[in-house]
């Protein structure tokens, strides 16, 4: 399914169940970020991607005032862009991005319990509807939040099976930012791996 440029620059699928669901993510007033005016950035992408990467939390030039897309726009959000585009060309025409919390915490700090506990339900929704058949969760907070426990550097080398889904862990590319351009490689060369084993597993289950 295309994306379409929406009014205030915002990208977005035309489909209803998406609306709905971007309506939601406007009207919520579930925990502190958004009653200290924080704004939303919902997910993005292709509805219907086999592959979905979550991360932990808009930034804050995700922030719509400035840009109100999920890792855009900064040197983090350029990494992971970098090791998506290399292996999926089509990009959000294929993928789907978003975030376990989708309100940009106070000076980036790492979301709370609760603020991750009251966004829970929108990570569901976008897990109904763009149901994908591979998850890559980028860090510990969404390494979490479906259930791996394991150490990073444990588990971005392993498959993990999370309901139906074919389930991969990897660092979260801001913290790959503080070891250089050498980690950054090996980051890429990771995604490169992990591309591989996504469409092997995706040629066996089609
Ligand atoms: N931008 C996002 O959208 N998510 C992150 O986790 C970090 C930056």
Redesign the pocket.
Same mark, same amino acid.
């Given at each position: 399914m295309s994306i379409v440029h929406g009014l205030d620059g915002w990208i977005f699928n035309k489909d209803p169940l998406f609306f709905d669901h971007l309506n939601r993510v406007e009207a919520c007033h579930n925990c502190g970020l958004r009653q200290t005016g924080q704004h939303q950035?919902p997910g993005l992408g292709c509805l219907g991607a086999k592959v979905m990467f979550v991360?932990?939390?808009? #930034?804050r030039v995700?922030n719509p005032d400035l840009r109100g897309l999920?890792?855009v726009g900064?040197k983090?959000?350029d990494l992971l862009l970098d090791a998506i585009y290399t292996n999926w060309p089509k990009g959000y025409d294929e993928v789907y991005v978003t975030?376990v919390v989708k309100c940009n915490p106070p000076m980036n700090r790492k979301p709370e319990e609760d603020e991750i506990k009251s966004c829970t339900p929108f990570l569901w929704e976008e897990l109904r509807i763009v149901n994908p058949w591979v998850v890559v969760a980028? #860090?510990r907070t969404a390494a979490n939040w479906f259930g791996v426990r394991e150490g990073l550097n444990t588990a971005k080398w392993k498959e993990y099976s999370w309901n139906g889904c074919l389930l991969f862990v990897k660092f979260?590319p801001?913290f790959i930012l503080r070891f250089g351009y050498k980690a950054q490689l090996q980051y890429l060369a990771e995604f490169r791996l992990m591309k591989k084993e996504i469409d092997m597993w995706l040629k066996r289950k089609e």
């Open positions: 950035c991360g932990e939390a808009p #930034g995700e999920p890792f900064n983090s959000s975030n980028l #860090g979260h801001a």
